[in-house]
């Protein structure tokens, strides 16, 4: 199943409410929470999340990239709330602060950012509810996504099934109706999109269309990747080249040519809108 979770981080802040009965038909809503530590840039806390909760019916998935979220991490499993993410690199116990979680009655996430192995990740699976491969460095919309990150996608996934666990797989950044069959294909089934569903007019038919393009990538069964990436490749949309290292080209985010999306960050926060 294809879940599209529109990312409020591309929304008009001072317009939120309207911003979110604008994708009433999306499967949940990403809230991203940062503290200009654990990433360059910075949203808003708790405040805002319990005021998001008054006033949308979707499911609310918290991304908490913050530092120490095994302190903070807990105040975020209010009621409505479905998921709590939290980064592996910050916590100092993944496992303690999921059973926290899940004891609070909410879905205990764990993300991991691109620099990330899946390795430890995948120790603990059990413990989670789901798992979050960013596919852009954290902080910023706008960036282009990373198809190098897509055998993590495929390790959890496989190794979710070998232990016959239901374990959700979000992907998070440059997704589009062209990158996001490459995820669904590769095991993923959460999607968070922010500039491919605000970034345009209507983003009720943009959820839409990312979920038709999901849906083709499942009806197809185990689609061929390397087909994908090849006939992505050199378009400017994905950075990633044609062997899926995401080595090669740049692209209008202004991604570098190693595909980090690095230069596709900006301190200012001018790239979300
Ligand atoms: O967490 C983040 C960025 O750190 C995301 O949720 C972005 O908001 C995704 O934006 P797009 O790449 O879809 O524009």
């Known amino acids: 199943m294809v879940r599209i979770h529109p990312s409020i981080l591309s929304a008009d ?23 200009a530590h654990f990433v360059p840039n910075l949203t808003f806390g708790l405040p805002m999340v319990q005021r998001i909760a008054e006033v949308t019916d979707l499911p609310i998935d918290v991304h908490l990239m913050i530092d120490d ?7 975020y499993a209010i009621d409505r709330v479905d998921s709590v993410t939290f980064h592996a690199e910050a916590t100092r116990d993944a496992v303690a602060l999921a059973r926290e979680l ?5 879905r205990a996430s764990i ?6 192995l899946v390795d430890e990740v995948i120790e603990h699976l059990a413990e989670f509810d789901m798992v979050l491969v960013m596919t852009v460095e954290p ?29 959700a797989l979000q992907v ?8 996001l069959p490459i995820a669904a294909a590769s095991g993923a089934d959460v999607f968070v999109a922010g500039s491919a569903v605000y970034g345009h007019s209507s983003p009720a038919e943009r959820i839409t269309a990312l979920r038709d393009a999901g849906r083709g990538a499942f009806d197809t069964g ?6 994908i990436h090849r006939g992505l490749a050199g378009t400017g949309t994905t950075g990633i080249d044609a062997a ?11 991604t570098d040519a190693a595909g980090t999306g690095a230069a596709g960050t900006d301190p200012t926060g001018s790239l979300e809108t």
Do not use: C, Y
């Not at 899940?102 to 909410?106: I, K, P, Q, S």
């Not at 185990?222 to 087909?227: E, F, G, T, W």
């Not at 899926?244 to 209008?252: E, H, L, P, V, Y």
């Open 13 to 35: 802040f001072v317009n939120l409410e309207r911003d979110l009965g604008r994708i009433a038909s999306a499967d949940g809503v990403h809230v991203d929470v940062m503290d």
């Open 69 to 75: 979220p095994d302190t903070w991490a807990p105040q």
């Open 102 to 106: 899940r004891a609070r009655g909410t």
């Open 111 to 116: 993300a991991i950012k691109p620099g990330t």
């Open 139 to 167: 902080g910023f919309g706008g960036q282009s996504f990373m198809g190098e990150m897509m055998p993590k996608v495929e390790a959890l996934r496989g190794k979710a099934e070998q232990l016959g666990i239901e374990l």
């Open 172 to 179: 998070d950044g440059g997704i589009t109706a062209d990158t």
């Open 222 to 227: 185990r689609i061929d990747l390397r087909a």
């Open 244 to 254: 899926g290292t995401g080595a090669a080209g740049t692209d209008a985010a202004g």
